[in-house]
């Protein structure tokens, strides 16, 4: 089964909730196992759609209780880290799909790109180098849920022994 890691901030406005409720949604018809970290805002949307089409979806949460979860984590694992869970998050899935964000989802896109974890971005961070005009090649841009959850499962599919990975 593929994991996904749906990442954003723990507080948002409308418009990153109804993207990550869809973008859940589309990942738990696809059959994906959605992970967050387990919290409201981004996390809380995202759970709330793939639990509503009836997907699985794990929370690997900062504190040492389950009952901080949002209700729509299916499987809650308190870590006891903090901010320190973002590596697990990032470890627990396959690819990312990163939505809005401050700094706590910047951190999971570094951790992924680091790790070598697909990252794809709807309407999050672009990380430039000093002095380069682009962007970072590692996080492969979407214009909407369909085509970030799309994305997101062709690139968390295993290669096939000896092909190339693909860039972004």
């Known amino acids: 089964m593929i994991a996904v890691a749906v990442v954003g901030s723990g507080s948002c406005g409308p418009d990153d909730a109804r993207l990550a409720e869809e973008v859940g949604r589309r990942l738990a018809e696809a059959?994906?196992?959605v992970v967050t970290g387990g919290l409201g805002g981004v996390m809380a949307a995202a759970?709330?759609?793939a639990r509503g089409a009836?997907?699985?979806?794990?929370?690997l949460l900062p504190?040492?209780?389950r009952e901080e979860a949002n209700d729509w984590v299916g499987v809650a694992l308190p870590t006891g880290l903090g901010e320190g869970r973002n590596v697990l998050v990032v470890r627990a899935a396959d690819a990312l799909v990163a939505i809005g964000g401050e700094y706590g989802t910047l951190s999971e896109i570094?951790?992924?790109?680091?790790a070598g974890r697909p990252v794809v971005g709807l309407g999050t961070w672009e990380i430039r180098r000093h002095g380069e005009t682009e962007g970072d090649?590692?996080?492969?841009?979407a214009d909407d849920p369909a085509s970030a959850v799309?994305?997101?499962i062709e690139l968390a599919r295993p290669a096939a022994p000896g092909a190339r990975s693909a860039q972004p």
């Open 137 to 141: 090649p590692g996080i492969w841009r």
């Open 110 to 114: 570094a951790l992924a790109l680091k």
């Open 47 to 49: 759970c709330r759609g």
């Open 54 to 59: 009836g997907g699985t979806t794990v929370g």
């Open 63 to 65: 504190g040492d209780s």
């Open 150 to 152: 799309a994305l997101a």
């Open 31 to 33: 059959g994906v196992l």
